[in-house]
């Protein structure tokens, strides 16, 4: 507890080091592709092709409470609205909109700037990170203000600026130059969700973020712990194990433990947007690898990968391209992709040839240095031999891919991808057996309710039925009455 660690986990000296870490502004790209892809689909478009739109100015919007609406990063023209491949792990096209820059960076009206946050409710504080767009940027992209409703009972806010994923430096220039932001967004933070404290968590490796933050801070609810530097350290339950030594189960989430954990990125969003009401058009993105001049830039969102790796002095050789970071990164086919909100680092290596993958020699390796606890040689043989049920029952979906099994794996086995796989064809498994047992129910309910129709009009010309003899009989009963009378009255007449 002490030392904040975590069991299992793995040392990666950084490769690609720089002496000063560094934030370069880019220059305005050319044009810009915003992807529409929400978590609940409903984001829709509220501008035409040939509509001329302002930086800052809404593209998109939702009308739902979940998701977060999208803004134009360039002054321009919409060129286009349609389906576009971008970088994502589905690998699915999504709804983009594409924007011209007229080169003049033109923005909507703004009068941001000395806001005292205390004098707004909790409740328009959130509406504001909504609409400015704000969602976790340390990779998931989970809508800020979502995550902040639904905590239950707050007690502890935590920062993630551990930035494990050895190369990454976008989070640590933030901390060194935006100290005063950090701090103040972390105030913001604290305010809406109401915890006791506040824990900035950065990696022992940098010292000149720490010192930065410990300089500017005076407030005694926010606490800066240094951690170990050790992969996977970022991750959210490792790290709400380390510094606070409590366990959310499989399944669980750390906002029903009155827990919230943010990024440093989406903290420093968070200041922009309620003090500067400045949504979110641009990131910090780190630019790095061993066929570039690492370093850090403030990137327009949109703006294709090319446009920021033509930035860093590129060798001539044939380059591999990887978005968010070696170990968990996404690979990346096409450079002329757009960077999003969650692209916080693009590796540029040189290629090589891939490692000969060999036969698993069960030095078991990989078990020590799972920070789940999990058994990924078992894991590989149940999925090698399709028995996916059973590597569900040894915890297969607690895997964060992290990676580190692949990483120490001397046959090159490349563990993760087997995990993604089975965890994919699981889940589609399970989305396949619910449409077929929600196609069973609405049968035996089809044929309950057909059933019931015909008891239901069998009941009816039963009712009907006895309704007409009950009728016949009273029209057979007032007739004998009228032939009675008619009788009676001709006897009377007979007898005068």
């Known amino acids: 507890m002490s030392n904040y660690s975590f069991k299992g986990g793995i040392v990666i000296k950084n490769p690609y080091l720089v002496n000063k870490v560094e934030i370069i502004q880019a220059s305005l790209p050319k044009k810009i592709i915003l992807p529409l892809q929400k978590f609940d689909g409903k984001a829709k478009p509220c501008v035409s092709v040939g509509d001329y739109v302002l930086v800052g100015q809404v ?11 999208s803004h134009a990063s360039i002054s321009g023209v919409v060129l286009s609205i349609d389906t576009q491949d971008i970088v994502h792990k589905s690998g699915f096209k999504f709804q983009c909109i594409t924007i011209k820059s007229d080169g003049e960076d033109k923005w909507i009206d703004n009068k941001g700037g000395n806001v005292d946050f205390l004098h707004y409710s909790k409740e328009t504080l959130v509406g504001i990170i909504q609409k400015s ?15 902040i409703n639904k905590v239950l009972d707050c007690h502890t806010l935590i920062i993630n600026g551990t930035e494990c994923e050895p190369g990454v430096m976008c989070d640590d220039a933030l901390m060194q130059f935006y100290p005063k932001e950090i701090i103040l967004g972390i105030e913001i933070l604290l305010y809406i969700c109401g915890a006791d404290r506040a824990i900035i968590a950065i990696e022992d490796d940098k010292q000149a973020a720490y010192q930065a933050l410990l300089t500017v801070n005076r407030n005694d609810r926010i606490n800066i712990n240094q951690i170990p530097t050790k992969y996977t350290s970022g991750a959210e339950k490792l790290l709400i194990k380390a510094l606070l030594d409590i366990e959310i189960l499989s399944g669980g989430f750390a906002i029903n433990e009155g827990i919230i954990c943010q990024n440093i990125s989406t903290t420093k969003a968070v200041f922009d947007a309620v003090i500067n009401h400045k949504p979110l058009v641009s990131r910090i993105v780190t630019v790095t690898g061993d066929g570039v001049y690492p370093n850090n830039f403030e990137v327009r969102l949109g703006a294709s990968f090319e446009h920021l790796i033509s930035m860093t002095s590129p060798n001539t ?67 090698k031999s399709k028995n996916f049920e059973k590597a569900l029952n040894y915890n297969l979906p607690d895997c964060i891919e992290c990676a580190c099994c692949d990483y120490v794996c001397p046959s090159h086995i490349p563990l993760v991808s087997y995990f993604s796989f089975a965890k994919t064809f699981s889940k589609q498994q399970t989305i396949e057996q619910n449409k077929v047992n929600t196609a069973r129910e609405r049968f035996k309910y089809r044929e309950y309710r057909l059933e019931r129709n015909k008891l239901e009009r069998a009941q009816v010309m039963l009712d009907k039925k006895k309704a007409l003899k009950e009728k016949m009989a009273k029209e057979q009963f007032q007739k004998q009455k009228i032939t009675e009378a008619i009788q009676r009255v001709k006897q009377a007449k007979d007898k005068i």
């Open 133 to 147: 767009g704000i969602v976790g940027m340390g990779g998931a992209g989970f809508p800020t203000h979502v995550k």
């Open 59 to 69: 593209v998109a919007s939702t009308e739902s409470g979940f998701d977060v609406s």
């Open 317 to 383: 050789k044939e380059h591999n391209y990887r978005m968010g970071g070696m170990m968990m990164g996404i690979d990346v086919v096409d450079i002329n992709m757009p960077i999003g909100k969650t692209t916080s680092a693009i590796f540029v290596n040189n290629k090589v040839s891939e490692p000969i993958v060999q036969e698993c020699i069960r030095c078991g390796q990989c078990s020590e240095v799972c920070p789940i606890g999990l058994l990924p040689q078992q894991l590989y043989w149940y999925i």
